[in-house]
């Protein structure tokens, strides 16, 4: 009986040593975002797969404002969803003026980026 436990205790140690050490990584939270509507990643992260189907939804006001934010518009005036869509205008962080950013609302790609003034 001793000889069975010993051996059952020797193969605990032995799997719970194996376990740890081969035990995964944690995962990088860059990109993924947790908001009220589910876990999001964004489009202009590399690890955005446009053909998943469990990312097939329409960016959101929010995220339009953040792809403008990453191509140069400082404070934001203006935010309208024009049909397949987004279009933000505001300050240039960079120059006089504003900038006006539309971005494809099904992709997050920027279509266009216009200098304007206000």
Do not use: C
């Not at 329409?58 to 404070?75: L, M, P, S």
């Amino acid at each position: 009986m001793k000889k069975i436990l010993a051996g059952a205790l020797l193969a605990a140690t032995l799997g719970l040593g194996l376990a740890a050490t081969f035990a995964p990584a944690p995962a990088s939270a860059q990109g993924i975002v947790i908001t009220p509507q589910g876990v999001r990643v964004y489009p202009w992260q590399p690890d955005y797969n446009r053909y998943d189907r469990r990312y097939r939804r329409d960016i959101d006001r929010r995220d339009a404002v953040e792809i403008a934010r990453h191509h140069g518009v400082g404070r934001v005036w203006n935010v309208d969803r024009r049909g397949a869509r987004w279009v933000v205008t505001g300050d240039a962080r960079r120059g006089a003026g504003g900038l006006r950013v539309a971005i494809n609302a099904r992709t997050g790609n920027v279509i266009s980026m216009d200098r304007v003034r206000r």
